[in-house]
């Protein structure tokens, strides 16, 4: 995956990870240059089909503050694909960054935008680099979900409506 290294500058920069887990024989690639600026981050790569293997099967170790995941999923089925981002999302990372090629640049395995955001990731960007179009799809649980405007406390209660409609 010939992506430019600076992509995921700006996202990095404002987590600020003492711990990235690069997933794919991509993903490294895509972080080492803010590891190397920044010391004290611990860079920890699965880049083979067997150590990504181990890192879905083993028990959690621990729980990294970055995960990323770029030029694994489209090599794979997408049930495969599917219990890495799961396992990445629910218990490695705190903060999720998914790299595919669009369907269009893709290989045999193609990830459509509903297979990915079903994960709940959200559509960061597309970037473009060496004439193949990349999607970018992110996770934090902090801003995962938008408290629905229906889940406030004014629409709780109407006690100018009691008696007047059944409940």
Same mark, same amino acid.
């Not at 600076?6 to 404002?14: E, F, G, Q």
């Not at 181990?54 to 995941?69: C, K, M, Q, W």
């Not at 995962?144 to 100018?160: G, I, S, V």
């Given at each position: 995956? /010939?992506?430019?290294?600076?992509?995921?500058?700006? =996202?990095?920069?404002?987590?600020? /990870?003492?711990?990235?887990?690069?997933?794919?024989?991509?993903?490294?690639?895509?972080?080492?240059?803010?590891?190397?600026?920044?010391?004290?981050? !611990?860079?920890?790569?699965?880049?083979?089909?067997?150590? %990504?293997?181990?890192?879905?099967?083993? /028990?959690?170790?621990?729980?990294?503050?970055?995960? %990323? @995941?770029?030029?694994?999923?489209? @090599?794979?089925?997408?049930? @495969?694909?599917?219990?890495?981002?799961?396992?990445? =999302?629910?218990?490695?990372?705190?903060?999720?960054?998914?790299?595919? /090629?669009?369907?269009?640049? +893709?290989? !045999? !395995?193609?990830?459509?935008? +509903?297979? %990915?955001?079903?994960?709940?990731?959200?559509?960061?960007?597309?970037?473009?680099?060496?004439?193949?179009?990349? =999607?970018?799809?992110?996770?934090? %649980?902090?801003?995962?979900?938008?408290?629905?405007?229906?889940?406030?406390?004014?629409?709780?209660?109407?006690? !100018?409506?009691?008696?007047?409609?059944?409940?």
């Amino acid at each position: 995956m /010939p992506m430019r290294k600076d992509v995921l500058n700006p =996202r990095l920069l404002a987590f600020a /990870p003492r711990s990235i887990l690069a997933v794919g024989e991509s993903a490294g690639g895509l972080v080492a240059g803010y590891c190397a600026r920044h010391p004290g981050c !611990e860079l920890v790569r699965a880049g083979s089909p067997e150590a %990504i293997a181990a890192l879905v099967s083993a /028990p959690a170790a621990r729980r990294y503050d970055f995960g %990323i @995941t770029a030029g694994y999923l489209e @090599t794979v089925d997408k049930e @495969t694909g599917g219990v890495l981002i799961a396992r990445l =999302r629910d218990i490695l990372v705190r903060r999720l960054c998914v790299v595919v /090629p669009d369907a269009g640049s +893709a290989g !045999e !395995e193609s990830w459509t935008d +509903a297979d %990915i955001t079903a994960f709940g990731l959200s559509f960061l960007e597309r970037v473009q680099d060496a004439n193949v179009d990349y =999607r970018i799809y992110g996770f934090d %649980i902090a801003s995962y979900k938008k408290t629905p405007d229906w889940l406030n406390p004014r629409h709780w209660a109407h006690p !100018e409506r009691w008696n007047k409609e059944r409940w």
